[in-house]
Structure formats: C-alpha cells, structure tokens
C-alpha cells in the first residue's frame, strides 16, 4: 500500500490532467479515483469535495508560478528585463507541463469552475497575477498607464504564451502535429519577443 503522502501527490498529478484535459465541469472524481486504481472514496480521503480537489491542483499551480516570477526577478532591478524573463520562464514551463497553460486558461475563462471557488476566497492564481500586473506597472513604458492597461497587457502576455499549448492536441487535429510542433519550438523566441513589442511601444 502506498504512503498517504505518495497517493495525495499522485491524486493531484492525475486530477491536474483531467482538470486540463476535461475542464472542471468535465472531471469526474471517479475517473480520477479509477484510474490510479482506487476508490472514490479513497480520495474523498483526501479531499473532501470536488472543488477541494481543484483548488489543491490550482494551489500547486500557483506555486510553481509564483516561483518562475520571483526567479526571473532576482539579479536585475530592469523591470522590462525581469518581466522578459518572466514571460520566457513560464513559456518554457508550458512547453515542459502540458497541463499547466490549460488549468491557467480555465481560471481566467471556464465560469463553472470559478463560480464554485468564487464561494471560498482567495481566488485561483490571485497571488501570482497580482504581482505579475505589478511588474507590468514597473516597467518604462507601461509606468504611467494605469492599474486597468497594465492589467490587459499582462493578461495579453500570458494568454499569448498560453494559447498554444493549452491548444495543442486541437490545432494538432486541424492543421497536424509537424506544425504545431515547429511553431512550440519557436514558442520561446515568440514570447521573446512579444514582450519588447508591448514595452517598446
């Protein structure tokens, strides 16, 4: 029998993928459960409800997103270079875990999902986008714009270095998987540089 620590962090690996794949509507806690081959109400266990299970894979998320952003920031007090950083850290993140842009998308667009978290702040990510928008702010060119443009542009950044891969089984159907992984091998010098175009004005 595995140690309750092991099954918890396998639980989340897998319910992070289906939370990914399916959206939170399209989760079921049976499937999780099934496929490591335990019960559902072995993972009631360790977490007690459905939205419990979301907000633990999206609590993880958030760390590992706090950590790129707070790692791109160190070494430099150039707030267009950390925020370049930034951006090229979390890209190369994506591209290592698929399910990552895809869990990032549904916070900021699948209202089923918010809706249930809405009910228990904070909210999903709050404590990366925050200081993500923060950073924006810092920079030359967005320092005088506002709390709301320097809110769109981080938005515009991350959904742009999202997008792909978090549709990447989707444009693979549509226009085949050469393609889209060409265009994943080049995701990193992309978001290169759509950052210095946003700061340049």
Excluded at 43 to 49: A, E, P, Q, R, T
Aim: charged content about 20%; proline content about 4%.
């Amino acid at each position: 029998m595995k140690p309750t620590r092991q099954t918890r962090n396998d639980l989340l690996k897998v319910a992070r993928r289906h939370f990914a794949e399916r959206g939170y509507q399209g989760t079921s806690l049976a499937d999780v459960a099934a496929e490591l081959g335990v019960s559902k109400q072995a993972l009631l266990h360790h977490f007690k409800s459905k939205p419990l299970l979301y907000r633990a894979c999206l609590d993880l998320l958030n760390q590992d997103l706090l950590h790129l952003l707070f790692t791109a920031m160190d070494g430099t007090e150039d707030a267009d270079l950390q925020l370049e950083r930034c951006l090229v850290a979390l890209t190369e993140y994506y591209l290592e875990d698929g399910s990552a842009p895809a869990l990032v998308m549904g916070v900021l667009t699948d209202a089923p999902g918010q809706v249930v978290l809405s009910a228990a702040p904070p909210l999903p990510l709050q404590d990366f986008l925050e200081p993500l928008v923060a950073l924006v702010q810092a920079t030359p060119r967005w320092q005088g714009g506002g709390f709301a443009e320097a809110l769109a542009v981080a938005i515009e950044l991350l959904g742009a270095i999202c997008l792909l891969s978090a549709a990447r089984k989707n444009l693979s159907v549509r226009f085949g998987v050469s393609a889209v992984e060409q265009g994943r091998r080049l995701a990193v010098e992309h978001a290169r540089d759509l950052v210095r175009v946003r700061l340049g004005g």
